[in-house]
């Protein structure tokens, strides 16, 4: 009985202890993982393949796929990449459809429910049924499920990768949903956030005349994606503005459950035209920022078939190159920002839900039945309402709202759950591209998340586009709360793709973004009145202007500017008041970022000051107006540094909190001061160059995707850069992938790297082997095979899948 | 020759089985060829130890990969006391406490079986 019962005990998980029977058996536990580097041989065979396909690796794991056909190329890529990221790539599917509870237990409910509440999965059902109906993307999608499940039929328990062992689960089957879901996991990241209900927090205590005062539409320093001065060349489709742009006011308090924008979230990308660079040919460069995980959110891979040939980084989880190049084109993509997550205060009939105001009549609503399982087996079901506008995402039973039990919600509608079009489609056509009609081509099936897609290519032209679904709005419409009863407020439709903001070869050379505003307010369309502050954009903008005869090495540096733009704008207004007040104490701070250089270097100690002191500051000035903790949001960026730099005795610098006295300028600008300097000094010890070095203030973290495996993480990574510096590394986010390429009539050149490795196998030397390297900003070469039987200098191994029989 | 067996067979029934394969070949052999009950579990529970142990340590030198650090450092969790025993030891601790109770006491349990039906 005994023996039975250990059997029992040790063959189940217990709690967040994997089963310790299975897991530490060396016959079937983690140490099998440590067996597997070299798992695949030279020859295998699947059933799945038609033609034979040759897989060459190179010494940094990259394979290089050759096969004979489409088919076996994607069965191919869904086979490599399950074999080196499955755990991650279903990972992702769990969160985007809010089934982490399934795996890790009650802990997730929360996140799961806001996820589910979202209508992620429920959209990416419908896109999936979309893509059916498109022969040659289903055809490419149901190759690519083919081969991951052809890796996962392989898998007993002794080769289930170790984060399976150690949560005791094991691998679902693939499916295209689920492909599908990956993306949409992409569309939350980069358009899951809002500051609605902050900003309509704000109106209701402030007014509107604070609101255009302190958060205007447009900064006072800008320099937008698409040059000011490019001609808009067509007719602008009719906005109907309505008479009352505003729903009624209430203290909202849902905002605690919508993410803010994450302002580490963004990228770069930009692109030289011949007359720029040493070669006479265009120049393109790319880093998307993103959340830093391990493993990497990329996987580099070469795609080559008949009629293809492309390098780049994909999505695990993904068919095609997202990010990369083939013999004639370059493209690359950062996020745009512009509002496209609005919010309609719906009015119930009654406590049912089962009807909502709309256009003057009770219209239906739609009930769905979330159901979530734990691993504990336990099973809780939530109901989800949706009206026109989409989710109604939380419930508040308040009883302020419109009489006395009838509830307000929510609804959101919501760009990520638009279900027409082709994002896969759009990656899948510029993986093939030739030329500049290609890619304007490629561009037009594509939904979400809005991109500003870069180009270039080896016929001499470089390009840009701000692209995606951008919805037709009045000025202003989403800004705050919009009227869930008034059919005015709806979307009322998306600027066709033709009048998308877009420019080819403009005068200046060069192409650009940085997440900044899409364009000057000459654009016929409002987008939104936030983007990223301009400090990268500008900063790249001036060192591209300045650029003459550039190689890729040219561009590497500028993905390296370390420069804060913002400390030069803010820091001349800000050093002689702190002198005139300055303490014995305070002075050898105030010394060195007098000296500073102004470049977030890793070392720098004034970086370090700097940045913490911006936090501060922006608290002190803004948080006793517009308490986060209340649910407000403080004045951008811009605005800020305009009210610091040119408005000193504004108002707005008294703290409201204390009564009795007046608080100035002076005293924000010493007080702020004087607290960063006591704050670093009692997390990090007194001021020393190490103890302050920037990068260990700053903390970049690469961590496991499960927070809780710190072993599986790497921490104080040694870079510098930040939030506001083009080399935009923050504690937790990052250049996810850098990317140079140099066009070229007969064959490109290309290097990048990102901060991890190909292997999701913890124990892999190709783990996190590219982290060093992309700390120092250095930049591998991409080796781009011509043909199959090429010899490669860096060559690891060669991999043939031959057709089972 | 207890000893011995249990080894040979729980590593082919390892091999190709599930991890209780190794307990359930104990029971078994127990059941035929243990003399008493203390021996039966002793030299269960010693075989299913010097098993995994050996086993673990060929692949902890042999491997070219170390998983082991990594894998302690998440099992020492917060503990104070855990972090500063050497990974290796932690890991070997518990494949020890694991393998040699169940083994140990499948190996009671087979003899014991034999002896209710003989």
Known sequence: MVAIALIYFFNKPLGSIPP??????????????????????????????????????????????????????????????????????????????????????????????????????????????????????????????????????????????????????????????????????????????????????????????????????????????????????????????????????????????????????????????????????????????????????????????????????????????????????????????????????????????????????????????????????????DTLIYTHHGPVVYNQNKKENFGTDTPAGHAMKWIALYTAGSDLGTFLALNRAKNYDDYRQALSIYSAPAQNFIFASNGNDIAITVNGKLPLKWKDQGKFILDGTNPEHDWQGFIPYEQNPTVKNPPRGFVSSANQFS????????????????????????????????TADSLRSIQNDNYSLMAERVLPSLIPTLEKHATPDVLPSIRLLKEWDRENTATSVAASIFETWMGELYQWIWDDDFPIDNNMLYPANDRTAQLVTSQPTSKWFDNVLTADTVETFDYIVTGSFKA??????????????????????????????????????????????????????????????????????EWPRAYGLYPGGQSGRPS????????????????????????????????LKNVIINPKK | ??????????????????????????????????????????VSSAAAVTLWTVYSLILVFSGKENLVDKIGTLFAGNSAFLAHVPSLGLILTIVTLVAGLTTGFAGLAGKHLRMMFS
């Open chain 1, 676 to 745: 960063t300097l006591d704050s670093l000094t009692r997390y990090h010890g007194p001021m020393t160059e190490d103890s302050w070095a920037w990068y260990k203030i700053k903390n970049t973290g690469i961590n496991h995707l499960v927070p809780a495996f710190k072993s599986f993480s790497r921490s104080t990574v040694k870079t510098g850069g930040g939030r506001e510096a083009v080399n935009a590394t923050t504690n937790r986010t990052g250049p996810s992938w850098r990317m140079v390429v140099e066009l070229d009539k």
């Open chain 1, 519 to 550: 364009t000057d307010p000459s654009y016929p369309y409002y987008l939104g009145w936030k983007f990223a502050p301009a400090y990268r954009g500008r900063r790249i903008n001036d060192r591209l202007t300045r650029l003459k005869n550039a």
């Open chain 2, 1 to 42: 020759m207890l000893y011995l067996l249990i080894i040979i067979l729980g590593a082919i029934g390892s091999l190709v089985g599930p991890w209780w394969a190794l307990p359930l070949v104990a029971c078994l052999i127990c059941a035929l060829k243990a003399k008493t009950p203390g021996q039966a579990f002793g």
């Open chain 1, 20 to 381: 310790l029977g299975k897991f530490f058996s060396p016959f079937h536990g983690f140490l099998q993982n440590t067996t597997q580097e070299e798992d695949l041989s030279e020859e295998i065979f699947l059933r799945g393949v038609s033609e034979p396909v040759k897989v060459v690796y190179d010494n940094n794991y990259v394979p290089h796929v050759f096969a004979a056909n489409e088919e076996d190329l994607y069965f191919t890529q869904g086979y490599l990449v399950a074999k080196d990221r499955l755990w991650q790539m279903e990972f992702y599917t769990l969160v985007s459809s809010g089934r982490l509870t399934e795996v890790v237990g009650e802990t997730a409910f929360e996140f799961d429910r806001y996820n589910r509440r979202l209508g992620m999965a429920r959209a990416a059902e419908e896109i999936m049924e979309n893509q059916k109906k498109d022969e040659k993307i289903w055809r490419i999608l149901t190759a690519y499920t083919a081969g991951v499940n052809a890796y996962i039929s392989q898998l007993s328990y002794k080769k289930l990768p170790v984060e399976y062992k150690i949560l005791g689960y094991e691998p679902e089957e693939w499916t295209p949903l689920k492909t599908i879901l990956m993306l949409m996991n992409m569309r939350n990241t980069l358009n899951g956030h809002s500051d609605d209900f902050r900003l309509t927090n704000v109106l209701a205590r402030y007014g509107i005349d604070t609101v255009n005062d302190l958060f205007p539409d447009y900064p006072t320093v800008e320099s937008p994606i698409i040059p000011a001065g490019t001609p808009w060349n067509f007719t602008p489709e009719p906005v109907k503005t309505p008479e009352v742009t505003l729903p009624p006011l209430q203290k909202e308090v849902l905002s605690q459950y919508i993410p803010r924008p994450d302002p580490g979230i963004g990228s770069n990308n930009w692109a030289i035209s011949g007359s720029k660079s040493a070669t006479g040919l265009p120049i393109l460069a790319n880093d998307p920022h993103l959340g830093l995980s391990l493993p990497s959110i990329w996987y580099q891979m070469q795609l080559s078939a008949p009629g293809i040939n492309v390098y780049g980084v994909a999505l695990p989880g993904c068919p095609g190159i997202v990010i990369g190049f083939n013999k004639d084109v370059a493209w690359g993509v950062t996020n745009v920002g512009s509002d496209v997550m609005d919010f309609y205060q719906v009015k119930f009939k009654d406590g049912t839900r089962k009807e909502y105001w709309h256009d003057n009549q009770w219209k239906p609503t739609k009930t769905y039945i979330e159901e979530f399982r734990f691993k504990s087996g336990k099973v809780v079901k």
């Open chain 1, 764 to 795: 892999s030397r190709y783990y996190d082997n590219m982290i060093d390297s992309w700390a120092e900003g250095k930049l591998n070469p991409l080796i781009f095979m011509k043909t199959k039987d090429e010899k490669i200098s860096k060559h």
